[in-house]
């Protein structure tokens, strides 16, 4: 599993005032928690630093390992990234600390991999789960879940089941959940005639007399 470095500095203080500055000297609020600490630790993060890490990161499940000044440097994960709605600037990170021998739960992306029979005889492909949750130790989450649809005809379907997985790599979801299924198309109403709509609007106004008379 890809890993990258980043480094982190305690911070003193909190409030909203001294994080608008923070972020106005380029570094950005974080807050560490996990594993093995007891109570969360307050950091800050340079703000290029942790662009540059979260593009390799890609938003993938990505080991980081953190140097935080004055302590151990330990391997976190990044658990939640908000940014400003309007200009992106990385507002705050939530860092998680995972131990390498503890196994940790995470959202892995499902991939399709080839292309369906079914989908070359007219068939539509609906991938029904786009992530699923994994259990495994952290240097065993793999960065995708393929899934091959070659092999798949109409009205056929992938389950979790049906997912190959490397040692140490258990699916948190039902195994008989559809992953991905080949549906046949939907066949499209032929456009009415222009007689065959003057026969409605006739037929709707003829009603609509009757139902005058009645009143």
Known sequence: MEQINLSAKIREKTGKGPARRLRVSGRVPAILYGASV???????????????????????????????????????????????????????????????????????????????????LGGILQQEARKVKVECLPSNIPASLDVDVTALGIGQSLHVRDIELTEGVRVLADADMTVVSIVAPTAEAAPKTAEEVQAELAKSFEEKGEEKKEE
């Open 38 to 120: 007891k109570d969360s630790i307050i950091l800050t993060l340079d703000n290029k630093e942790l662009e540059k890490a979260l593009h390799t990161a890609a938003g993938g499940n990505v080991l980081v390992s953190l140097n935080l000044e004055g302590d151990k440097r330990r391997m976190v994960m990044f658990k939640e990234v908000m940014r400003h709605p309007l200009t992106s600037f990385i507002e705050h990170v939530d860092l998680f600390e995972v131990l390498m021998d503890h196994k940790v739960t995470v959202e892995v992306p499902v991939h399709v991999v080839g292309k369906a029979q079914g989908a070359a």
